[in-house]
């Protein structure tokens, strides 16, 4: 089955505590993205890729990194998270730009 | 950056009722998506339509890229269509990122 897997779904930590949430992609596509989701303020694009080793910020990367090394996976890291990233995380994935985008299921995010 | 606006913010429906939600939008777009997020925040892809029509069962959305608007119709509406409605763009002038609306709230009731 096509799909676009993160892990973990849940997820609550301690402020400064280094973590990594995974995304994994089975279709091949070339571009991927992280994108957090906060009332009131919507989604918004934190980073996206749109090959191996190319990398770009979107709108909101500050306090995150991320990495692809292989086409399939592009892990979001939070070298020391803040309460004030507490959020519901969606990785996407897309073939090219303007074919169309899927999500994963989401991970929430807490940090106290 | 582009904008997108959706109407209504909110809307309750009986079950099996009709409705309409649209999505304005401000700039020339190489993409457009209608989502589902549901109760367990889980977004689901309904549609990838830039242009024309399409349907899916009880659903269907038109675009209409010239007047910069996209319609999407849930007909005989069903408890389980209650979530929130996203509509995403993705601008000519910005590949690779959806734009997404604030979203239509609905509600289905029995």
């Known amino acids: 089955e096509a799909q676009v897997t993160q892990n973990p779904r849940y997820l609550i930590t301690v402020t400064g505590k280094k973590l990594t949430v995974t995304c994994s992609q089975n279709m091949n596509h070339e571009y991927m993205s992280w994108y957090r989701q906060d009332p009131g303020l919507g989604l918004r694009q934190i980073y996206y890729s749109m090959n191996v080793e190319v990398t770009d910020k979107g709108d909101v990367p500050e306090g995150y990194k991320v990495s692809r090394k292989e086409k399939r996976n592009f892990p979001l890291i939070l070298e020391s998270p803040s309460p004030n990233q507490t959020s519901l995380y969606f990785c996407?994935?897309?073939?090219?730009?303007?074919?169309?985008?899927?999500f994963g299921s989401g991970t929430r995010l807490t940090v106290v | 950056g582009i904008q997108v606006e959706q109407s209504p913010p909110d809307l309750i429906l009986q079950e099996g009722a009709n409705s309409t939600l649209r999505c304005n939008f401000s700039d020339s777009v190489n993409n457009l998506q209608w989502f589902h997020q549901n109760p367990w925040g889980q977004l689901i892809n309904l549609f990838y339509i830039p242009s024309g029509t399409k349907q899916n069962g009880r659903l269907s959305a038109t675009t209409v890229a010239t007047e910069r608007y996209s319609l999407l119709y849930i007909s005989s509406s069903q408890t389980t269509d209650s979530g929130v409605y996203f509509c995403?763009?993705?601008?000519?002038?910005?590949?690779?990122?959806?734009?997404f609306g604030t979203g239509t709230r609905l509600q289905v009731t029995l």
């Open positions: 995403a763009v993705e601008g000519t002038g910005t590949a690779s990122k959806l734009t």
């Open positions: 996407a994935s897309s073939f090219a730009a303007a074919y169309g985008y899927t």
